[in-house]
């Protein structure tokens, strides 16, 4: 099961990913894995998530931190 933490990160990157045009094939691309993994990544029907290899490597590619796609300490999820 996603974490609050999980859905965050996820919905994080997949806001940044859109405001760079960059589709679910592009980003399966940059990560080196297929486009139906990204696709599950992103639903709710589906456990997966990004390992933080693939964040640090998004971030690289994003061209910002790691740390934009985590929320606030202070937040409360």
């Known amino acids: 099961m996603k974490s609050k933490v999980d859905i965050f990160v996820i919905q994080k990157v997949k806001e940044k990913r859109k405001e760079l045009g960059i589709s679910q094939r592009g980003m399966a691309e940059i990560l080196g894995c297929s486009p139906s993994f990204i696709g599950q990544i992103e639903s709710d029907k589906f456990d997966m998530k990004y390992s933080v290899h693939q964040l640090y490597v998004i971030a690289q590619e994003f061209e910002c931190s790691p740390a934009d796609f985590f929320p ?4 409360e999820l």
């Open 72 to 75: 606030p300490l202070d937040a």
